[in-house]
Every structure is written in structure tokens, then in C-alpha cells.
């Protein structure tokens, strides 16, 4: 079953990094995209930043600059590297995934996943 799995999240101070990291697990997995989504409690996910195979970045604007997102293509793999924190960005931070796995031979289908959340708590 392809899934998957996020590591990273944790405490830190204002003005602090964390590296949070998410890969898929299973094989036969090809990824169009990887990404990281934050949730605040009683709110909808909301784009932090998203990758593509081919590389191309999208951040959003509020953490352009201080957030740096990178795939590892043949791992499917993301990391999202978080510099200069702020409070207000504590959070669950979703890893998203879309792709193809090739379920035989000669089947293909496109999937999209989620992984669980892992909490980043900005505060000193």
C-alpha cells in the first residue's frame, strides 16, 4: 500500500529552523508532485509549498524566502526546510502527494495522498 510518512515536526523557538521530511512508501510509485500544507485548528489546509517532478516551486507568499522546499525524485521524497519561524506559524503541516502507481503490468492509476500531520509548535 502506498503511503506516507512524514518526520521533523516538533518544538522551536521564534526566529528558529526545522526540516520537515515526507516520503512515500511502497513501490511503483511515480510522483507529478510533492508538497507541504499547513492546518490551523478549526481552518482548511492552506498551500505552504509544492514541487514538482520536474522541480518547479511554489511558495506561498507568506513564507517566500524563509522556506525552502526539495524533492528527491528517485526516493520520492520531499523535505521542506523552515528558517526564521514566527509563532502565528505554529501549526499542523501536512506532507501531499500525487502521482501514478503502476498497479500491474499493464494498469496505471493516478493517486493522491495525504500523510497524517506532524505538529510544529513555534514558541519560546
Known amino acids: 500500500q502506498v503511503q506516507l510518512v512524514e518526520s521533523g515536526g516538533g518544538l522551536v523557538q521564534p526566529g528558529g529552523s526545522l526540516r520537515l521530511s515526507c516520503a512515500v512508501t511502497?513501490?511503483?510509485?511515480?510522483?507529478?508532485?510533492m508538497g507541504w500544507y499547513r492546518q490551523y485548528p478549526g481552518k482548511q489546509r492552506d498551500l505552504v509549498a509544492t514541487i514538482t517532478h520536474t522541480r518547479r516551486t511554489n511558495y506561498a507568499d507568506s513564507v517566500k524566502g524563509r522556506f525552502t522546499i526539495s524533492t528527491d525524485n528517485a526516493k520520492n521524497s520531499v523535505d521542506l526546510q523552515m528558517n526564521t519561524l514566527k509563532p502565528e506559524e505554529t501549526a499542523v503541516y501536512c506532507c501531499?502527494?500525487?502521482?501514478?502507481?503502476?498497479?500491474?503490468?499493464?494498469?496505471?492509476?493516478?493517486?493522491?495522498?495525504w500523510g497524517q500531520g506532524t505538529l510544529v509548535t513555534v514558541s519560546s
Open positions: 511502497g513501490s511503483n510509485f511515480s510522483m507529478y508532485a
Open positions: 501531499h502527494a500525487d502521482g501514478i502507481e503502476a498497479v500491474t503490468a499493464h494498469t496505471d492509476r493516478y493517486l493522491e495522498l
